[in-house]
């Protein structure tokens, strides 16, 4: 089993970026998927989640209005669109995948498969 993110990088405050989680060695369509992050010296964040076949989505607080959580089962992939970035946007994102229903679950030990993560900085 495999999650591997990818899209992070450096941008500016204001700026947009995408990320993208290619999963292989389960059935991707089965799971709940979702993005968590980490911010430096702080605990997990929950980001978002999605639904098995895309039609439910949910997003934190901070979250709505600047990010698009979307899915490829097709293609296996996961992606989370981010705009107007702000420097606390900063973290590692990681991309997890829960069996069953789309919930906001902040716990590692709350999924069954997890990502090594894609570093996000937003600097001017």
């Known amino acids: 089993v495999q999650l591997v993110e990818s899209g992070g990088g450096l941008v500016q405050p204001g700026g947009s970026l995408t990320l993208s989680c290619a999963a292989s060695g389960f059935t991707f369509d089965n799971y709940a998927m979702s993005w968590v992050r980490q911010a430096p010296g702080k605990g997990l964040e929950w980001v978002s989640v999605?639904?098995?076949?895309?039609?439910?989505?949910y997003y934190g607080d901070s979250m709505k209005g600047r990010f698009i959580i979307s899915r490829d089962n097709a293609k296996s992939t996961l992606y989370l669109q981010m705009s107007s970035l702000k420097s606390e946007n900063r973290a590692v994102y990681y991309c997890?995948?829960?069996?069953?229903?789309?919930?906001?679950?902040?716990?590692?030990?709350?999924?069954?498969?997890w990502g090594q993560g894609t570093q996000v900085t937003v600097s001017s």
């Open positions: 997890a995948a829960r069996y069953g229903a789309a919930v906001a679950a902040i716990h590692r030990y709350e999924y069954d498969y």
């Open positions: 999605i639904s098995w076949d895309g039609r439910m989505t």
